[in-house]
C-alpha cells in the first residue's frame, strides 16, 4: 500500500546534526514533490522544506534557510532531512509527505526530534 | 507570511450535530486552502483539498466553502469518529502555513 516512513530521530545536543529519512513506496516517488513538516505543542503544524521530483526546485522556511538540506535519491525511493545547528526550538515530530496539486495526501508516521542539553 | 486563524480553538457537540469550523486567511488566497483532520499520535489526514474538493476515501458529510480570506470546514452530521482535531493549510506561496487547530470533542 502507499507508506511513507520516518526514521532518524532522537535526542541530540544544542548545536548537533541529524539526518532524518523517509523510505516510500506503493507509488511513483520520483513523479511527486516531497515536503518536511514538523510539529510541536509550542508552534503548532509547520511546513519546512519542499523538493521537487528532479530535485530542481527547493525550497524552505526561514527558520530552517541555511541549516537544514533536503534532499532526495529517487533510485531509492527516499527522501532526507539533514538538519545542522540544531536548536532547542527545533524539538518536535518531523513529518514527511507526499505533495498532490498542492496538498498533502499521504504522511508519514512521524519521527521525534529532542533538542536538548 | 500569510497568518491562518481558526475558530473556535475548541468545539464540543452531540453525535448528529452539524458543526462548523472557520478559517481565516490574512490576505486573499484565492481557494488555495485545504483541510485536514488528526487523531491522537497520527498524522494529519487530507480531507478537502482546494477550498472545496473532497478527497478520495472521505465521507460525504464532510464538506468545505469559501474563497478569498474566509472559509469553512462543516460536517453535516457529528459521527464519534470524527472527534480529533482539524486544521486548515494556504498554499498561496511559500511558506505555507498552518491554521492553529480546531479541537472537536463529543458532548
Same mark, same amino acid.
Given at each position: 500500500?502507499?507508506?511513507?516512513?520516518?526514521?532518524?530521530?532522537?535526542?541530540?545536543?544544542?548545536?548537533?546534526? *541529524?539526518?532524518?529519512?523517509?523510505?516510500?513506496?506503493?507509488?511513483?516517488?520520483?513523479?511527486?514533490?516531497?515536503?518536511?513538516?514538523?510539529?510541536?505543542?509550542?508552534?503548532?503544524?509547520?511546513? *519546512?522544506?519542499?523538493?521537487?521530483?528532479?530535485?530542481?526546485?527547493?525550497?524552505?522556511?526561514?527558520?530552517?534557510?541555511?541549516?537544514?538540506?533536503?534532499?532526495?535519491?529517487?533510485?531509492?525511493?527516499? *527522501?532526507?532531512?539533514?538538519?545542522?545547528?540544531?536548536?532547542?526550538?527545533?524539538?518536535?515530530?518531523?513529518?514527511?509527505?507526499?505533495?498532490?496539486?498542492?496538498?498533502?495526501?499521504?504522511?508519514?508516521?512521524?519521527?521525534?526530534?529532542?533538542?536538548?542539553? | 507570511?500569510?497568518?491562518?486563524?481558526?475558530?473556535?480553538?475548541?468545539?464540543?457537540?452531540?453525535?448528529?450535530?452539524?458543526?462548523?469550523?472557520?478559517?481565516?486567511?490574512?490576505?486573499?488566497?484565492? &481557494?488555495?486552502?485545504?483541510?485536514?483532520?488528526?487523531?491522537?499520535?497520527?498524522?494529519?489526514?487530507?480531507?478537502?483539498?482546494?477550498?472545496?474538493?473532497?478527497?478520495? %476515501?472521505?465521507?460525504?458529510?464532510?464538506?468545505?466553502? %469559501?474563497?478569498?480570506?474566509?472559509?469553512?470546514?462543516?460536517?453535516?452530521?457529528?459521527?464519534?469518529?470524527?472527534?480529533?482535531?482539524?486544521?486548515?493549510?494556504?498554499?498561496?506561496?511559500?511558506?505555507?502555513?498552518? %491554521?492553529? %487547530? &480546531?479541537?472537536?470533542?463529543?458532548?
Amino acid at each position: 500500500q502507499v507508506q511513507l516512513v520516518e526514521s532518524g530521530g532522537g535526542l541530540v545536543k544544542p548545536g548537533g546534526s *541529524l539526518r532524518l529519512s523517509c523510505a516510500a513506496s506503493g507509488f511513483a516517488f520520483s513523479d511527486y514533490f516531497m515536503v518536511w513538516i514538523r510539529q510541536s505543542p509550542e508552534k503548532g503544524l509547520q511546513w *519546512l522544506s519542499y523538493i521537487s521530483p528532479t530535485s530542481s526546485y527547493i525550497t524552505y522556511t526561514d527558520s530552517v534557510k541555511g541549516r537544514f538540506t533536503i534532499s532526495r535519491d529517487n533510485a531509492k525511493n527516499s *527522501l532526507y532531512l539533514q538538519m545542522n545547528s540544531l536548536r532547542a526550538d527545533d524539538t518536535a515530530v518531523y513529518y514527511c509527505a507526499r505533495r498532490k496539486i498542492d496538498a498533502f495526501d499521504i504522511w508519514g508516521q512521524g519521527t521525534t526530534v529532542t533538542v536538548s542539553s | 507570511d500569510i497568518q491562518m486563524t481558526q475558530s473556535p480553538s475548541s468545539l464540543s457537540a452531540s453525535v448528529g450535530d452539524r458543526v462548523t469550523i472557520t478559517c481565516q486567511a490574512s490576505q486573499d488566497i484565492n &481557494t488555495y486552502l485545504n483541510w485536514y483532520q488528526q487523531k491522537p499520535g497520527k498524522a494529519p489526514n487530507l480531507l478537502i483539498y482546494d477550498a472545496s474538493n473532497l478527497e478520495t %476515501g472521505v465521507p460525504s458529510r464532510f464538506s468545505g466553502r %469559501g474563497s478569498g480570506t474566509y472559509f469553512t470546514l462543516a460536517i453535516s452530521s457529528l459521527q464519534p469518529e470524527d472527534i480529533g482535531t482539524y486544521y486548515c493549510q494556504h498554499y498561496d506561496d511559500v511558506p505555507y502555513t498552518f %491554521g492553529q %487547530g &480546531t479541537k472537536l470533542e463529543l458532548k
